[in-house]
């Protein structure tokens, strides 16, 4: 039976998008970045450079969603996403299906993480791209942006998502909630779960937990998909498949049986 055939005759079914897909990640390893960090004194920007450098290519994860949303429609599906580059809130998946544990650049927090509360980036600061390429074209000094501040405290604002020191979670709990409660009801229904391009960065929210899902349910099968880490583990050799593909090739390709 072949991909699609098991896509078509699951009840449900589970997807995790891993590192290989975040454009945040590529971002981070871009010339263009690396060489405007270099020309701030204060490192607090690099942040904002980086959300900068995101917004202007966001449009480079489209095609990945858009078949993504090919493949799933008309499916009982939930998506975990480690991606940090937010493309996925502009998709048109159903959004009451995702949770993205790792947070992303579109909301802000207090640095410290003592107010819970989170700010929407283009409500607390809508000068951020206009600012951000002001100052990469040389137009305006540092000491002339506007960073935000947290509005209870007057301390410095963060980025919502894990590499910020004092993350604050509350942003997904809510959505993990319903991802739990839909995963109960995936025993002994035939679940297809594909792991696209997931590492070993965050192991225990996707690679280790999918892992176990197709372990204990007898009528599931996985489908890893990594340019390297594609290996499965012993205890369900006979129940997944590694595949040796970047993800989003995969995903294209796949995309046109529909």
């Not at 939930?78 to 159903?94: A, K």
């Not at 405290?153 to 979670?169: I, R």
Request: glycine share 6%.
């Amino acid at each position: 039976m072949n991909i699609k055939e098991k896509i078509t005759n699951s009840q449900m079914l589970l997807v995790g998008l891993g590192e290989e897909l975040d454009l945040y990640r590529k971002i981070r390893k871009s010339p263009e970045y690396h060489a405007a960090c270099e020309k701030v004194e204060n490192t607090a920007i690099h942040s904002y450079l980086l959300a900068y450098f995101l917004e202007n290519r966001l449009k480079e994860n489209q095609e990945i969603y858009q078949n993504l949303v090919k493949i799933l429609k008309h499916k009982n599906y939930f998506i975990v996403s480690l991606c940090q580059d937010g493309s996925i809130w502009d998709s048109e998946l159903d959004l009451n299906r995702v949770v993205t544990p790792c947070g992303d650049l579109r909301r802000m927090q207090c640095e410290d993480g003592k107010h819970t509360e989170l700010y929407p980036v283009k409500e607390i600061y809508p000068d951020l791209l206009v600012e951000m390429e002001a100052l990469v074209k040389g137009e305006i000094p540092e000491s002339e942006l506007h960073l935000p501040v947290c509005p209870q405290c007057g301390k410095p604002l963060a980025f919502n998502h894990v590499e910020t020191e004092n993350y604050v979670e509350d942003g997904y709990l809510s959505q993990w909630s319903l991802y739990k409660k839909w995963l109960q009801g995936t025993l002994n229904r035939e679940l297809c779960v594909l792991e696209l391009g997931v590492g070993m960065a965050y192991p225990t929210v996707i690679r280790w937990p999918f892992e176990k899902t197709t372990y204990i349910n007898n009528k599931a099968y996985m489908y890893r998909v990594h340019h390297s880490l594609y290996q499965i583990t012993e205890e369900i050799a006979g129940k997944a498949e590694g595949i040796c593909q970047n993800p989003a090739d995969f995903l294209k390709e796949l995309s046109k049986q529909y």
